[in-house]
């Protein structure tokens, strides 16, 4: 399958070459870039059909009602008609969507004059539930029309579930607004991962590849012992991973700073009826230099920190509690070998590097790697 716009959108680096040759040159990169550790690197988990796996899409739109993707780094909108890592039902709403603003004369937002409404829409889709959450960003607090906007849009495509408008008035590139206005439904769709149900809303932090995420998590998860007192899940969204780890501890306790992931978190432990489990909002290092400040006693760390990767204060404290194991679970491979020398320096000694294909056809890896203390 070939990209006509991939050289101007520039998002898949190796979308007009052989997926194998894309898995190949990510083995050869991580081999690369883990050599200093001397540590096994496993081959990349890749996948069967590499297309058409994101269950997030944002797209932006011009004065034409155009929409696509931006330009590598302008905010050009490349149109596109259907992107082959999105399904083609996503593609398909959002055409019908471009279609109704154009119907119902929606102005679109001139981020050079800083005038008019829709900024972006993102849609989110449920990869077992089939359920989709689309969010219409605007600068704009009022939708004018938006009942029938809502209703002609369900209508043609009946597994849309909810409908929000997120309210974006700031001048940055940032995508999403903090406040939103529920216009049809609930304002978010669940999801299964690995046997449990969560909750996705449009802010919370959710795997864009569904299939993958399962893969990595039951591989990440089946390193850790079978059976462990205290778990740390931190930079946990929406606890994804600590409610599918929970069956090995007795008592786990997940952080995250976004306030919305934490609530789509509390649910989550509600719909999944886990109780040893508790959510904090927190920064991750002030959290864990607390924790070392009052001896708290931790058995098990699960990291999955952004891709810029964690801190060394974050690091220092998780050191000085000294749990036996650290799973460090990242979508930023060279800032965790940062972090993996750090905790070297500290007496923790990196396993094997397990890298996952979790954006196939771009330059981005997926990598889990467990330490354990030199002593263990
Ligand atoms: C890569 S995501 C992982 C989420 C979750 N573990 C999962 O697999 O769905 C990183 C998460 O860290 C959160 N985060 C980023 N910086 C943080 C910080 N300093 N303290 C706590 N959480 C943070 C983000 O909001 C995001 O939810």
Request: glycine residues 6%; hydrophobic residues 35%.
């Amino acid at each position: 399958m070939n990209c006509t716009i991939a050289k101007k959108c520039g998002g898949c680096a190796y979308i007009n070459n052989p997926y194998a040759y894309s898995l190949e040159k990510k083995n050869q990169a991580m081999q690369k870039l883990f050599a200093p550790l001397h540590i096994k690197v496993h081959p990349i988990v890749g996948m069967k059909d590499p297309y058409g796996y994101r269950n997030k899409v944002i797209v932006a739109f011009n004065k034409n009602y155009e929409y696509g993707l931006y330009e590598e780094n302008s905010h050009r909108v490349i149109p596109y008609t259907h992107c082959l890592l999105h399904d083609e039902e996503s593609d398909a709403i959002i055409q019908k969507i471009a279609f109704l603003f154009k119907k119902y004369h929606v102005s679109i937002y001139d981020e050079k004059r800083h005038r008019g409404d829709i900024r972006h829409v993102l849609l989110r889709r449920g990869a077992v539930s089939k359920q989709y959450l689309v969010t219409i960003v605007s600068a704009n607090p009022v939708f004018k029309g938006s009942k029938n906007f809502c209703n002609s849009l369900v209508k043609t495509f009946p597994h849309i579930q909810s409908i929000v408008l997120n309210i974006n008035k700031r001048q940055t590139s940032i995508v999403l607004g903090q406040e939103e206005k529920v216009l049809y439904g609930k304002g978010y769709i669940v999801d299964t991962l690995c046997n449990l149900t969560f909750k996705i809303s449009s802010q919370s932090f959710y795997q864009i590849n569904h299939d993958q995420c399962e893969a990595l998590y039951t591989k990440a998860l089946s390193l850790l012992p079978d059976t462990i007192d205290t778990l740390y899940d931190t930079y946990c969204g929406i606890g994804t991973i600590g409610l599918i780890g929970s069956r090995k501890a007795k008592q786990v306790i997940g952080i995250e700073r976004n306030k919305d992931a934490i609530k789509d978190a509390n649910t989550n432990k509600k719909m999944n009826k886990i109780n040893h489990i508790s959510f904090l909002c927190d920064d991750a290092t002030d959290f864990m230099v607390k924790a070392a400040r009052s001896h708290e006693h931790v058995d098990a760390l699960i990291m999955d920190p952004p891709r810029s990767g964690s801190t060394s204060a974050f690091i220092k404290a998780a050191a000085s509690l000294s749990p036996q194991y650290i799973l460090y679970i990242s979508c930023g491979p060279e800032t965790q070998m940062r972090d993996l020398q750090l905790f070297k320096k500290y007496g923790y000694v990196s396993h094997d590097v397990y890298p996952f294909d979790l954006f196939p056809h771009t330059k981005h890896v997926e990598t889990v790697v467990l330490m354990s203390r030199k002593d263990k």
